[in-house]
């Protein structure tokens, strides 16, 4: 049994998965040999691996003195 | 994330009561957990004070932590359970009833519609993101559109995105640290890392 060939449209929403390890390994070879073909879905790949490395490089905030304080304060308070 | 051994040292000194010690895990995780508080609360506020409730347990539990997990995981278990209970206080929807979507990350316009010669291919194929070195000008925009579009989210694909893609979290942890399943999981963060995308090949693509 020939299985189906991978739409763009399909492969987008498969690329969590895709990058988790968690398609099955029927799934994974279509998405594989879709790549092979598509100059789109290989950009939209590597879009979507330069999103997740920016979201990555988002830093958190510097923690307010005077909340950093309190937190410290209740410490020694419980010790 | 493995550390369980270099923990005991610090487990040990927060037990005798390490100022020092504690300053240096508050240093460390307060930020990521008021972030992920957020998630659950009405108000940066009522974030602090679950985060403070969070610090207190942990140092009064300090003497029944096990070391069976990472300081970071146990911190944030105690987070969630603490900023749920607070969000139903404050009448939230605390469980954040994961809705099954249908829904695309990509709009179908930009697909080949059916009867076409390629049916669901790309009419316009994405253009690669353009390289952009660390800490350059375009680095930093692209860094605070991605944040801006984290804050818009609806607020479970918020918190499985700052856990997975800003804190580390690998899937099992945050799949246990919010009690949904491994699918759920997956359609959450897909969505979220997908806004984030298109959000970034809008900017780029208007430049």
Redesign the interface.
């Known amino acids: 049994m020939s299985r189906a060939a991978m ?4 492969l ?2 498969l ?3 895709y990058l ?1 390890g ?1 398609l099955s390994s029927e799934t994974r070879a279509r998405f594989d040999e879709h790549l092979l073909g ?4 290989e ?2 790949l ?3 691996r ?3 490395a ?11 003195p005077v ?2 304080a ?3 304060e ?3 308070d ?2 | 994330m493995t550390g369980t051994v270099d923990e005991s040292a610090l487990i040990a000194a927060l037990r005798t009561g390490d100022d020092a010690v504690f300053a240096q895990l508050v240093d460390q995780y307060s930020p990521s957990m008021l972030r992920i508080a957020r998630g659950y609360v009405k108000s940066h506020e009522s974030a602090e004070d679950v985060v403070q409730d969070v610090w207190i347990g942990v140092v009064k539990g300090i003497a029944k932590f096990e070391g069976r997990s990472t300081i970071r995981t146990w911190l944030f278990a105690v987070l969630v359970k603490i900023a749920k209970a607070r969000a139903i206080r404050e009448r939230r929807d605390a469980e954040h009833a994961v809705a099954v979507f249908t829904g695309r990350t990509v709009d179908p316009a930009r697909f080949r519609p059916a009867g076409d010669q390629l049916p669901g291919h790309w009419k316009e194929p994405p253009a690669p993101f353009p390289q952009t070195p660390e800490g350059s000008m375009l680095d930093k925009e692209l860094i605070a559109i991605a944040e801006r579009e984290i804050q818009r989210l609806p607020e479970i694909q918020r918190i499985v995105v700052s856990l997975r893609d800003m804190l580390g979290f690998d899937s099992n942890e945050v799949c246990e640290l919010l009690s949904i399943s491994k699918a759920n999981q997956r359609v959450l963060l897909h969505r979220g890392r997908a806004a984030v995308r298109q959000e970034l090949e809008d900017y780029l693509g208007d430049r």
């Open positions: 739409d763009c449209n399909e987008v929403e690329v969590t998965a988790d968690s598509c100059d789109g879905c950009n939209y590597e879009q979507f330069v999103t997740i920016t979201i990555g490089k988002v830093k958190d905030e510097q923690l307010d909340f950093r309190r937190l410290l209740a410490f020694r419980w010790r």
